[in-house]
């Protein structure tokens, strides 16, 4: 009764499928149904889960990333020396952060005087952020103070530090 309520208000394009499923043999309809199942499990794989996991090992890393450099700067005790064979930063500090900046090729907003300074990066890519940070320390800087916040696109950070000369 139900079948033939919803057969009747059917489309006609729905009708001529029905008409040509039922012409079929039961050997083809039911091959047709595991064909249809293993395409619905290839698309949910490859079209939904596989791309889901990428994108889950992808932020995994950039969270340990992040968790690392997090952890050695609030591991280095005030005041410390820069890494073992670092030439030291000589001059101003806000003139070795901007120099240290464009060989990352990132632009840097630098406020401060010759012993403290404030540097702003917006949209950055990360890959050159890190970089940025690790010559700081190993010219001898020390870095206070560090924010990152993602700048809306993948890979592209926003970057706030407070650097002073030890």
């Known amino acids: 009764m139900i079948v033939a309520a919803v057969r009747s208000r059917a489309a006609p394009v729905v009708e001529r499928a ?7 043999s039961e050997r083809e309809r039911l091959l ?3 064909l249809a199942v293993l395409g619905i499990v290839a698309v949910g794989w490859y ?3 596989q791309p889901l996991l990428i994108v889950r090992q992808d932020a995994v890393e950039r969270i340990e990333l992040y968790e690392g450099l997090q952890a050695r700067l609030r591991a280095a005790p005030a005041g410390a020396a820069a ?3 670092a030439a030291p930063i000589s001059g101003p500090l806000d003139e070795a952060v901007r120099q240290a900046a464009a060989a990352q090729a990132l632009t840097a907003e630098v406020t401060g005087d010759a012993d403290r300074v404030t540097v702003t ?5 990360f890959d050159s ?8 320390e190993s010219g001898g800087a020390m870095v206070d103070d560090l924010r990152m916040e993602t700048a809306g696109q993948p890979g592209l950070i926003n ?3 407070t650097a002073t000369r030890p």
């Open 129 to 136: 952020a890190v970089p940025f940070i690790r010559a700081l």
């Open 47 to 49: 079209g939904i889960v």
């Open 121 to 125: 990066i917006t949209g950055a890519r």
């Open 32 to 34: 047709l149904i595991v």
């Open 83 to 85: 890494a073992p064979g």
């Open 18 to 24: 029905n008409d040509w499923l039922a012409g079929r």
């Open 159 to 161: 970057l706030t530090l």
